[in-house]
């Protein structure tokens, strides 16, 4: 489903700021995998994902997605196989727009798009169907404005947009980051359902230890641009995050400090 041969990625090449984003990464995600990700600030997280989403193309390498070479196309032209739910709650939506007409533009992702009534009857109804499932009253709401939903409702809404039309790949970039811990469960629960329901291939960021090993098939851990683990499998599952962290320092040729468990 996704394959990418060889990524290399700088920022910076050749001045004193150099920085050598991602070392010859080789990675295959496999038509359902639900992959989380982890690693400290500056493991190459993000430059990956935005690397699979054409934020900007690597320094050399391929990039596939489903079967095409999609490594030379710009992020827009990607958007019709990806779709992505950030950190910050207040992406992803149009707060000046209502509840319906964000999803009225989400229903055209990848589609042509002409001139005609811009929400239809048998439009709301879907919609009120698909907002339903969030059980937060959304359905009851669909001509408030965005902007006047709290965060968590937002980021719920937008997991919901994101994945109306089933993309080639969902992209959660640490999506539950900026929610409270209550909220941000509810987020997660929301995920799995969504994710293992519609068979969704997903990649995962995640600062949280917990959240990487109890959530999806797959965990990648990343450091200095390379991946460092790799688990999936009985592997993954039993994992406990001392594991994961003895793990980690073992594959840096360090040992384990008893310190380190607080950033877990």
Known sequence: MITLEN????????????????NNINL?????????????????????QNCIAGGFFPDSGKISIAGRDVT?????????????????????????????????IAGLRGKRRGLA???KIRDRERFRGELRQLGLGLEDRLLDKVGLLSGGQRQALTMLMATMIKPEVLLLDEHVAALDPKTAGQILGLTQEIVKGR??????????????????????????????????????????????????????????????????
């Not at 995640?206 to 592997?235: C, Y």
């Open 72 to 104: 030379g196309w710009p992020e827009y032209k990607r958007a019709s196989l990806i779709s992505r739910v950030f950190q910050n709650p207040l992406l992803g939506t149009c707060p000046s727009a209502t509840i319906e007409q964000n999803m009225a």
């Open 199 to 264: 068979k969704l291939t997903t990649l995962m960021i995640t600062h949280n230890m917990k959240h990487a090993i109890s959530f999806g098939n797959r965990l990648l851990m990343l450091h200095q641009g390379r991946v460092l683990l790799d688990l999936q499998g009985p592997e993954k599952d039993n994992l406990t995050v001392t594991d994961l962290l003895e793990q980690f320092y073992k594959a840096q040729g360090e040992e384990l400090a008893l310190d380190s468990l607080l950033l877990a």
């Open 7 to 22: 990524i290399i990625k700088y920022f910076h090449k050749g001045s004193v700021n150099e920085v050598f984003a991602l």
């Open 28 to 48: 295959q995600l496999d038509e359902g995998d639900f992959v989380t990700v982890i690693g400290s600030n500056g493991a190459g997280k993000s430059t990956l």
């Open 117 to 119: 009534r811009g929400v």
